[in-house]
């Protein structure tokens, strides 16, 4: 991505930016690894990424399509290829020149190659070799390991690569630690192999779903991005909520949710989308603090929302062999009550410090914004039938909803695609993809070592003995175990090693799996808006010229309904629309998002007239009794809410008493 710093103006006379400004793309590059490629673009290195990248995402596609190589090689092209387009575009420091890519650059882009070849041209040897391995396989395990470690140090620090060694010498030493924990240990040499020859090491179940689904996601996000989508929703969201209070914020909420949930990535989110709104908050009056927050609670949120959800929930859907509609059917109650509470919220601020939207002039009208780019949501309305309804395969949906955003985008001269404008789409969703493969990849050794030594097993033991086998303090000591390695981790990897490592801990008292695994994936994504390491909220900050932490901090209160919602679908899977009559399921919808919207009112102290704490406590209480599923709780609920509101009333007309005097 490079930057320019001059934004252009939409026929609808609203502005927008189809790249970032140099202060936004130089606050991307420091604090989202992914996005410090080498200007490519600007050197002889552009041809050859451009061929690269065309033809690993055609590659793809032909296989969603078609027959292609055993699971195992293809496993192996994909991660050799994601890992020549990552030592060709990411520098080993920040420090490394941009325009140069340095000659051991250079040899890990052959290693990295012949990987692949070696696999391929071994597979029958390897198939037969029931386990017994030679020298020369130890020396390419040994390679692919190496390789992967390096691509997740350049993608995404220290922690991962850290973690993954750690867990090799757990394989190799096992033998010498106490209780439990204890192992028969492994040669390294297995172990190397291990990670070559089966797809329970680099090459495994997080790769094959890389592979497939989220390859080509990705690359659908891509095509979407060149004909402009990410434009039209900045314009539909302005038109629909611009003008009301607070507009700009809303725009941002509703904006950046869809984005997220195409994208996947919170950080650029933030920045992409952030870099637009973020000015629009200012200027009619949000704080700066509370302007980042917004941006940043709203980006991380789009992985929560279907039917993309990012790309946890193709990993989810294969980890747990169930088809991933169920997975997006479930989200998608707890995502709408997230975005609800962030609405909420920003309104009540809007109204407490008397906000106005934007003037009317100044925003597209909602036909128009329809009529220039409304096509697009073509391609989308495509996906959810190809997804829900036509019974074909998700790869064969996400390939064919790419060729129809291609040529649905033909329709307008405003977002119609050259041939350079569909091969630089197709580059760059193979590039988008490189930072989540090498992260799978790096994610499959430690999921290796611990399905070696049934390390997963023995950790779920220890967390139900720590919470004294009650759910709640096992739920709380999981929550704040998944934030803590989301600090550390992106999104992807972090899920995939609490589902490994504590998800099966609740399973042990009974949470089902699917609710399991979507309470730590909410958990882990909350890291980027959790202090001290929040990154999405540091990067609202940068952009709206916040106090990080204070920005932090506000976004979590944002955010607060999402930080409640997976306590309670654990307890009652019902709020998941899980294993209860549609009656019921819908009274508990209805229920929660009453008890979100009292939350916001708590969380900001506003409704009619400012509340007070002590009144604000006791509607805060009455919100969580009735997002808690239950008629006794809803009847509590609803006095102690109807007392509180009682209150208020009484204070509003006391102060429109005293106002009316004053006139």
């Not at 050197?43 to 055993?70: C, D, E, N, Q």
């Not at 240990?185 to 797809?199: A, E, V």
């Not at 409304?374 to 909803?401: D, E, K, N, W």
């Not at 009847?635 to 106002?659: D, T």
Request: some cysteine.
């Amino acid at each position: 991505m490079n930057s320019t710093a001059s934004p252009k103006s939409t026929s609808d006379g609203f502005s927008s930016t189809d790249e970032l400004s140099e202060d936004a793309q130089e606050l991307l590059e420091d604090l989202d690894r992914e996005s410090r490629t080498r200007p490519y673009q600007d050197t002889w290195l552009k041809t050859p990424v451009l061929i690269v990248g065309v033809l690993l995402s055609l590659y793809h596609m032909y296989i969603a399509l078609f027959s292609g190589p055993p699971q195992l090689v293809h496993r192996a092209i994909h991660v050799s290829a994601i890992l020549v387009l990552c030592f060709a575009l990411y520098r080993p420091t920040r420090k490394q020149g941009k325009a140069t890519v340095p000659w051991y650059d250079w040899i890990l882009v052959a290693i990295s190659a012949s990987i692949a070849v070696y696999i391929a041209q071994q597979y029958s040897q390897i198939v037969s070799a029931g386990g017994r391995f030679d020298t020369i396989d130890v020396v390419f395990g040994a390679l692919l390991v190496f390789v992967v470690l390096e691509a997740a140090r350049r993608l995404t620090g220290w922690a991962l690569p850290i973690l993954a060694v750690l867990f090799i010498v757990y394989g190799i030493y096992g033998r010498m630690m106490p209780g439990a924990f204890k192992h028969r240990g492994y040669d390294l040499d297995r172990i190397l192999n291990f990670m070559l020859s089966t797809n329970e090491g680099v090459f495994s179940t997080a790769i094959g779903v890389s592979s497939t689904y989220i390859f080509l996601f990705i690359l659908f996000g891509a095509v979407l991005a060149k004909s402009g989508m990410g434009e039209f929703f900045n314009n539909l969201a302005m038109a629909v909520a611009g003008q009301t209070r607070g507009g700009p914020a809303k725009v941002s909420v509703i904006a950046s949710g869809f984005l997220g949930s195409i994208n996947g990535s919170a950080i650029a989110n933030v920045v992409t989308t952030g870099a637009f709104t973020i000015p629009l908050m200012k200027r009619i009056g949000y704080r700066p603090n509370f302007a980042g927050a917004v941006e940043a609670s709203a980006s991380v949120g789009g992985q929560l929302l279907p039917p993309i959800m990012g790309a946890a929930a193709f990993i989810m859907a294969e980890t747990l062999g169930i088809p991933y509609q169920q997975i997006a059917l479930v989200a998608i109650v707890p995502a709408l009550l997230y975005y609800l509470g962030i609405i909420a919220q920003v309104h009540l601020r809007a109204t407490r410090d008397g906000l106005k939207g934007i003037s009317k002039d100044s925003i597209p009208a909602v036909l128009s914004v329809l009529k220039e780019r409304g096509h697009l949501l073509i391609p989308l309305g495509y996906l959810l039938f190809m997804l829900f309804f036509s019974g074909r395969t998700i790869l064969f949906s996400a390939v064919t909803t790419v060729i129809v955003t291609i040529i649905v985008a033909q329709l307008r001269k405003t977002t119609r695609m050259s041939v350079k404008d569909i091969l630089e789409s197709l580059r760059d969703g193979a590039i988008t993809a490189v930072s989540v493969a090498v992260a799978c990849a790096c994610v499959g050794i430690i999921v290796g070592i611990a399905t070696l030594t049934g390390l997963g097993v023995k950790l779920a033991g220890a967390i139900v003995a720590i919470g004294g086998g009650l759910l709640l303090p096992t739920l709380i000591m999981t929550a704040l175990a998944c934030i803590i390695l989301g600090m550390g981790l992106p999104s992807i990897p972090a899920y995939i090693i609490t589902a490994t490592m504590a998800a099966p801990a609740l399973g042990e008292l009974g949470v089902e799996p699917l609710v399991a695994h979507l309470f730590v994936f909410y958990f882990g994504l909350f890291a980027n808006i959790t202090p001290p390491v929040a990154l999405a909220a540091f990067a609202g900050a940068g952009l709206a010229g916040g106090d990080p932490m204070k920005t932090g901090f506000a976004a979590m209160k944002l955010a607060v309904a999402g930080y409640i919602v997976p306590f309670i679908f654990v307890y009652n899977p019902g709020l998941l629309w899980q294993n209860v009559p549609i009656p019921e399921a819908v009274w508990i919808t209805v229920t929660a998002a009453i008890g979100v919207l009292v939350l916001a009112v708590a969380a900001e102290g506003m409704f009619m007239a400012p509340v007070p704490l002590a009144l604000r406590i006791v509607l805060a209480a009455g919100a969580i009794l009735l997002i808690v599923p239950g008629s006794i709780s809803d009847f509590v609920a609803f006095g102690v809410l109807a007392a509180g509101f009682a209150v208020q009333l009484v204070v509003a007309a006391k102060k429109q008493r005293l106002s009316i005097r004053n006139i």
